[in-house]
């Protein structure tokens, strides 16, 4: 316990006797775990826009205006044994009509046009939801299939165009940011290995005293690395708090950009805060150690 704590005095020394070093080598650490934590937001975003997509992703059949109740449900019954549907939403001519109006009630021309036209001339429609996106062009090929009169067309919305175009402008900004990435553990790595090439020539004297007096290797080592994990624990901590932040203040945009779509980018680091931050610790302490260990190895002479 005694030459644990006299480790742990010299590895502090080591940080306040090279403070600017010690500075600038967490500032680069920091600014790495930033890169990461920007990377893990984009994909965490992307995901939920694709599941948002995924959910309103619908084919919408328009049925003419004279069909019955019983010819429209016995037709949503057909439709609904299918295994590639989720559900069907029935939508009557008078809750096309209530729609139609709230959505232009801003518009007198419309409301003078329906007056004139003095009936209700929207048709009723039925709203199948897919089980999965992906099945959606099956599903399509099977309603298309269906001949029954009362259908008069079909909207087949391609969502899943948009759905490609996010996944694509993911993928470049995975490779880009993983390029970023790749820069800043090598960087972090050539940082750490001159901080602690510096720490040993600061600590010259001492080392070749503990030499002298009989020290083991791995007491003259270990304040090095304890000094290395020192860097990544404040790196974290300080990366930690400046993250958040930037969290709370990106927040309220997407507020915006997933009005029908709760998500909560705040909410899913802080349920996630363990595994993603614990897991950037070890990762920058284990590549800390690495570098340190390399400029022990050679600087140390022992």
Known sequence: MTSFWRILKFSFQDVSRNIWLSIATITILVLALFSVNVLLTVQALSQNAINAIKDKVNISLYLRPEASEAEILDLKTKLAALPE?????????????????????????????????????????????????????????????NNNPIIESRDFTDNALLLEKITQVTKKVNEVGFFIIAIFILTSMLVAYNSIKVAIYTHRREVEIMRLVGASNRFIHQPFLFSAVFYALAATIIGVALFFPFLGLLQPYLEVFFLDYQFNIVHYFISNSWLIFGSQFLAMALINVVASSLAIRRYTKV
Do not use: H, T, W
Request: aromatic letters at 4%; a neutral charge; glycine letters at 4%.
């Open 85 to 145: 549907v989720r559900e069907i939403g029935y939508i009557s001519k008078v809750e096309a009509l209530d729609s139609f109006r709230e959505r232009n009630k801003n518009n007198p021309e419309i409301f003078s046009a329906l007056r004139e036209l003095g009936k209700n001339p929207l048709s009723p429609s039925l709203v199948i939801s897919p089980k999965d996106s992906d099945q959606a062009d099956v599903l399509i090929e099977q309603i298309k299939k």
